[in-house]
């Protein structure tokens, strides 16, 4: 989720979204996205300001600005290509939705002490190195503020997850097509803890939510919550 290689997410969710523009009218964190908890994870977010980090199309991030009243809700992303599919489906949601096509890490860092809630489902903590990407969440958020993220509870091809912090080369494509890989993080739950500890987290707790169903490419999911410290 990097800007400095060729965008590797161009064609993640191209047929989709020319058939599904509407906001959504669900939030869910599972990766099979049917079950388990929902967007009450976040707390109240009336009047508070949150970031969806590697927001894709922006999907999760409109479903909260239509139903949840925020102050605002930063979709950040870095790849271009899923900018302009946020960009196409939910820029009249603006102001509550504000679509921000950049490095997490880089946007993160220039502004701290600037959101109440940050927030991934299966996106940019999934895909940056937690040693850079954990430390500059905590200092983004407010003191008491909040960060959740799913991610996968092992790999999907059955493989488990790592008992240290490691990422994989999985498969990917450039916009040409020409196959190529990119790293995913895909940590056991004492991972994630000690490695969200380490950057300055307090409060921290892992769920497990299974799979919906047993097959190819079916994952459980891990649901981690912290906090930054109240001051």
């Not at 958020?141 to 509870?153: I, Y």
């Not at 490691?166 to 040409?176: G, N, R, S």
Request: with cysteine; net charge neutral; aromatic share 8%.
């Amino acid at each position: 989720m990097t800007g400095t290689t060729a965008d590797l997410w161009h064609h993640y969710g191209r047929s989709r979204a020319d058939h599904e523009r509407a906001v959504p009218d669900s939030f869910r964190w599972a990766w099979s996205q049917r079950g388990g908890p929902g967007p009450e994870l976040l707390q109240d977010l009336a009047g508070r300001t949150a970031a969806d980090l590697g927001a894709g199309a922006a999907r999760h991030a409109a479903y909260l600005a239509v139903h949840h009243r925020p102050a605002r809700i930063d979709a950040i992303d870095a790849s271009p290509a899923q900018h302009a599919m946020a960009t196409g489906r939910y820029a009249h949601l603006a102001p509550q939705l504000r679509i921000v096509h950049a490095d997490v890490v880089e946007h993160l860092r220039a502004r701290p002490s600037s959101y109440d809630v940050l927030y991934s489902v299966f996106g940019a903590v999934c895909f940056t190195d937690p040693y850079v990407l954990l430390p500059t969440a905590v200092s983004a958020l407010r003191p008491g503020g909040r960060l959740v993220f799913s991610t996968l509870g092992h790999y999907l091809n059955g493989t488990p997850a790592r008992t240290d912090v490691a990422h994989a080369d999985i498969p990917a494509k450039t916009p040409e097509g020409d196959a190529t890989t990119m790293r995913r993080w895909v940590l056991q739950g004492h991972v994630w803890a000690k490695a969200l500890e380490e950057a300055g987290f307090v409060d921290v707790g892992v769920d497990t939510v299974p799979a919906a169903e047993r097959g190819p490419r079916t994952a459980d999911t891990l649901v981690v919550t912290a906090s930054r410290r109240r001051a």
